[in-house]
């Protein structure tokens, strides 16, 4: 049994009773479930945190197959953990995904964001006026780097070819369809950063932010 067979049977042990519902809950599209129970793309790592976040599940088994579905024994969907994980950590800390490097400190529950992959606290002034040192801003996972918003900020994480690069910038269509144009909101920061398609990692984009006292 692999991954993607795996988040079927926590369908059915979860109790839920369409794709919809289920898609609802892990909060992708109904069609990006379709296509993942159907084995023709993997199961995402956001994917992944909101299960274990969200419903307690046992990644280790999810992976591998190793000990049991679940932590604990379930409650009932309706009693479930609700909201978006926040990390309180920084992006020049992240050796990995962040869903998988560090453990959210607890969920945010804040009904225009909850389709967010997570939220994390801005260091640094490079994307200043538009997001800030200190203020808290909300990603969601992008699967398809080819359908990208011009001009909006992005997390980017990068591989070792690339540096390893973890950072927020305003992203930008290049010539060469094969890489991007990262570039700082702030005018003291100038210079933009080319880098290709094929050594993104992971990409983010920033939904908004919200302030301190929402968590």
Known sequence: MNENQRLKKLMDLLGFKSQKDFAVALNIKQGSLSD???ERIKVSNAIKDKLELKFDVNLIWFENG???PF?????????SKEGVPYFDMSLSDAKDLIVQEDRAEYLVNYLPFN???A???VYGDSMYPKYAAGEIIAIKEII???ILQWGEAYVVMTD??????????????HPDHSKLILRSSNP???????ISKKNIESLYIIKGKITRNII
């Open 36 to 38: 993942i129970l159907r």
């Open 66 to 68: 190793t000990g049991e």
């Open 71 to 79: 932590f604990k024994k379930k409650p009932g969907v309706s009693e």
């Open 115 to 117: 389709d967010c992959t």
């Open 119 to 121: 939220y994390l606290p």
């Open 144 to 146: 398809n780097l080819e």
């Open 160 to 173: 070792e070819e690339s540096n390893s690069l973890r950072t927020i910038k305003l992203i930008f269509q």
């Open 188 to 194: 003291n920061f100038t210079g933009d950063t080319v």
